[in-house]
């Protein structure tokens, strides 16, 4: 696979790799999920508590991203992807040595902060390819594609390691070592020529242009929209699983089908429409179109007792977020000034992750008051809420600065 890369042309290879890179921001989690029980059984933990090992990445990730996307725009980005893939491979493999609760706490901490490295670094390189807004819209929905499909092959691969032993599922965490060798061998500069990789020797640094994008309010309206963006999306996962088992009584392998639509619809959407619609309606129209197409959905779905139509609109669901996120994100890249691309993207990744860390606090008080019929439709109105919020946006902000 490495000699395969190599062989690729300059911007195809660095793009594959950056691709990679982003991918391991789902391993993560998504790994260790299907071995859940059995670390809860071999440990002896309270799943209440150990349900902490799942969800505290989100927020170290939450909060080292920002930082370290600074820092990625002061000491170059490939320094701080290299560095952080090494810490993921070592804390990652690490974890699957502990034998009680918090050393494992702790290691699901820590890769979570490497995480955010990754994070940070990979799409400030990315963004930092391409010239044009048309561009980086594509290679930003490349991304948000790459990041679906890992959804759905990480828990699978973490399943097939996982029937060897539970401890075995955390030597995957070391493939981001040779990911950070490629890191070193594609994305260097060339002499005499700029690369993604380019390192801000040459170029002054005004904090003050950083703290001014910070707090622009369409930037903070952004960070916002993106964190509950993340929760609506994050609920359905956590959600949609216990509503089709109460009213449907549907078996295991059909949930997690129903809940691979979603990501496979997310995912076509991404790669392959959300250029076009940017194109034809720009990025704040898209963006209020996805809102649309999230929100749906969520309203049809309390509705439905049969699984033949719960596929389609949860496609819908899917297509919805592969238009809202990838926009987003674009959004705040053409926002931000080109020497901090990457700490603007990594804060908008640490919205992201806060969103989904804080969606079972925020979506669990309407659980317990409205019951599951409630969560959909709430998850319906926070789409539609935010995508006027945005499109009144359009009335303070000329989109020409944007788009």
Known sequence: ????????????????????????????????????????????????????????????????????????????????????????????????????????????????????????????????????????????????????????????????????????????????????????????????????????????????????????????????TLCLTAATAYAVIIYLPLYLKTTMNASSVLIGIVLASQALGAAGISAFGVRRLTQRFGLIGSTGFGFACMALPLIIIPQLHQLIFLFPTIIILGIGLGIVVPSLYNLLSNLAPLEYQSSILAAGTGANFLGQFLCPSLFGMVLSHQGVMGVFYFGASLPLILGLLMLVSTFRVSESSIN
């Open 1 to 224: 696979m490495g000699a395969l890369i190599l062989k690729m042309s300059g911007r195809d290879r660095q793009l594959i790799v950056l691709l990679a890179a982003a991918s391991f921001i789902v391993m993560t989690g998504g790994v260790i999920a299907p071995i859940f029980p059995e670390i809860v059984t071999d440990l002896d933990l309270s799943p209440a508590l150990a349900g902490y090992l799942i969800s505290s990445h989100f927020l170290t990730v939450g909060i080292f991203s920002p930082i370290l996307g600074i820092l990625a725009d002061r000491l170059g980005q490939v320094r701080i992807l290299v560095v952080s893939l090494i810490l993921y491979a070592l804390f990652g493999m690490v974890g699957g040595l502990m034998q009680s609760f918090l050393p494992m706490l702790m290691t699901r901490g820590l890769i979570g902060a490497a995480t955010g490295g990754i994070a940070a670094a990979s799409l400030g390189l990315l963004v930092k390819m391409y010239d044009s807004a048309e561009e980086r819209s594509q290679a930003i929905a490349y991304v948000s594609s790459v990041i679906t499909v890992s959804n759905i092959i990480y828990p699978v691969l973490g399943g097939i390691v996982g029937t060897l032993h539970w401890r075995a599922v955390f030597c995957l965490y070391g493939l981001a070592i040779p990911l950070a060798l490629l890191v070193v061998l594609t994305l260097q500069p060339q002499t005499g020529s700029k690369t993604p990789s380019s390192e801000s020797s040459d170029k002054t640094n005004h904090p003050d242009k950083l703290i001014q994008t910070f707090t622009n309010p369409f930037t903070l309206q952004v960070f916002l």
